[in-house]
């Protein structure tokens, strides 16, 4: 059983085939495969950074893994999803942890001055200042404290992780982000 903060987690590659024989793709992006972990709701897979350092180790004839709970982007239920990554709508925060999708980033500002590429995504996701909707917003990481976000509501935040989903070939425009609660500097009133 993991102690302090890890997750025990069991590893390995997703299915190459589905049950009707449509053959998957490789994962795309380099983003870390769903894993199934052990220590939280049966059946429920986890997405974890890219940065996590999982600790490996072989136990009863299958890989598995200790991450930390603090590496947690999100969860979701597999059976809830089509073959292929999971929906944005099924993701599910973990603790002190909102799923944002970030709002696209204009070319052009309010006064119709054309922005390059790169100054409009200095502000999708990296340390400027962000804003999205969000999907689903976790417990807090303080006992007996509430987060004062809900789902749906629009929030400015600073730093995040971002969740690569995939789609086919990649495919997918939007762009989802786990932010720690911590990080959430504002919200728009309803």
Aim: contains cysteine.
């Amino acid at each position: 059983e993991p102690l302090a903060s890890y997750l025990l987690v069991r590893l390995g590659e997703p299915e190459k085939t589905t049950k009707a024989g449509i053959v998957l793709p490789n994962r795309v992006g380099g983003a870390p495969p769903a894993v199934a972990p052990v220590a939280v709701p049966a059946g429920h897979r986890i997405l974890y950074s890219s940065y996590a350092q999982v600790t490996k180790f072989e136990l009863e004839g299958l890989e598995h893994g200790l991450v930390r709970e603090d590496d947690v982007l999100a969860s979701f239920d597999p059976s809830a999803a089509a073959v292929g990554p999971p929906e944005p709508s099924s993701l599910l925060a973990p603790r002190g942890r909102v799923v944002v999708r970030v709002d696209e980033q204009s070319l052009e500002t309010e006064d119709g001055l054309l922005l390059s590429a790169g100054a409009a995504k200095e502000g999708g996701g990296g340390g400027a200042i962000s804003a999205g909707i969000v999907l689903s917003v976790g417990k807090s990481a303080i006992e007996g404290e509430e987060p004062e976000l809900a789902a749906g509501e629009r929030v400015y935040f600073r730093y995040g992780d971002e969740i690569k989903l995939g789609g086919a070939g990649g495919s997918r425009r939007e762009k989802y982000m786990s932010v720690r609660l911590a990080n959430c500097i504002a919200k728009v009133a309803s």
